[in-house]
């Protein structure tokens, strides 16, 4: 058996505020360490703000993640042991992502994933990832994922089927959208038999608002942990022995067909 304490943060981001951001994601960072979270995961585009504004202006650059910038998350993350996985709107050479850079308990620090599913706005300032990508804490294989990633089923299917137990999602939903959310993310855990950790921005980021609603869900998609929209965190354990389980009993992973042949109609 193998368990990772993870936990979904949440809390206000302020947009194009970078310094001011770092900070938050560090006194996050700092909570979740003193609880014995080993894997927080933070909003989508929060170190940037996710905000009109925010996108068109200067953009932290996919060659500087060693820089001093990161060094408040990159200290915290070494103190308390903790691998942060966080969003932010990213500079990569003449390209603009919405990507998620992971900070080590080590203090090293990459971006290995850009969002693949672009929504409304996003379409205007960013270009769409073309890969997936999956990270391994203490052993435990964890896909990731952004936002409108996990509406599409067949995003988190393919990192279950190359290994993963989990699907790490930084996302930011509006007003209005807490029913989808609360339907695509449980959805995701239960057809994959997998657990899911979703963490949600909250409150104002600029002209627009988000609804939070960050939460931890476990390989049937009954939410283990979960937040409103007060800053905080959602702490739960995740047992790989509980995935291996689930998945021998409930077979839809396993009897999934990629080929469903010709369709017929009468």
């Given amino acids: 058996m193998t368990t990772l304490r993870v936990a979904a943060g949440q809390a206000v981001a302020v947009s194009g505020d970078l310094v001011a951001n770092v900070r938050t994601a560090a006194r996050l960072?700092?909570?979740?360490?003193?609880?014995?979270?080993?894997?927080?995961?933070?909003?989508?585009?929060?170190?940037?703000?996710?905000?009109?504004?925010?996108?068109?202006?200067?953009?932290?650059?996919?060659?500087?993640?060693?820089?001093?910038?990161?060094?408040?998350l990159r200290a915290e993350a070494v103190a308390g042991g903790v691998?942060?996985?966080?969003?932010?709107?990213?500079?990569?050479?003449?390209?603009?992502?919405?990507?998620?850079?992971?900070?080590?308990?080590d203090g090293t620090a990459t971006a290995p994933y850009d969002k693949q599913h672009l929504d409304g706005l996003e379409k205007q300032f960013f270009t769409a990832g073309d890969h997936g990508a999956s990270i391994t804490v203490d052993g435990v294989e964890l896909g990731l994922s952004i936002c409108y990633d996990g509406c599409?089923?067949?995003?988190?299917?393919?990192?279950?089927?190359?290994?993963?137990?989990?699907?790490?999602?930084?996302?930011?939903?509006?007003?209005?959208?807490?029913?989808?959310?609360?339907?695509?993310?449980?959805?995701?855990a239960l057809e994959n038999g997998m657990y899911v950790v979703f963490s949600g921005l909250t409150g104002p980021c600029g002209d627009i608002s988000f609804i939070g609603g960050s939460a931890v869900y476990d390989p049937e998609g009954r939410r283990v942990a979960g937040l409103?929209?007060?800053?905080?965190?959602?702490?739960?354990?995740?047992?790989?022995?509980?995935?291996?389980?689930?998945?021998?009993?409930?077979?839809?992973?396993?009897d999934h067909r990629a080929d469903l042949g010709p369709r017929t109609r009468v």
Avoid: C, N
Avoid at 53 to 65: N, Q, T
């Fill in 152 to 188: 599409f089923p067949e995003h988190a299917a393919a990192a279950a089927r190359d290994g993963a137990v989990g699907y790490l999602s930084s996302s930011a939903y509006f007003p209005g959208g807490a029913h989808r959310r609360d339907l695509y993310y449980p959805a995701r």
């Fill in 83 to 105: 691998t942060v996985v966080v969003g932010t709107a990213l500079q990569r050479g003449e390209l603009r992502t919405l990507a998620q850079i992971v900070v080590r308990a």
């Fill in 29 to 72: 960072t700092a909570l979740a360490g003193s609880q014995e979270v080993r894997l927080l995961v933070l909003p989508e585009a929060f170190l940037t703000g996710y905000d009109i504004d925010a996108f068109a202006g200067a953009l932290p650059s996919s060659e500087d993640l060693d820089g001093p910038w990161l060094d408040p």
């Fill in 228 to 254: 409103v929209e007060e800053e905080g965190l959602a702490i739960a354990d995740l047992d790989t022995d509980v995935v291996a389980e689930t998945r021998a009993t409930h077979t839809m992973f396993s």
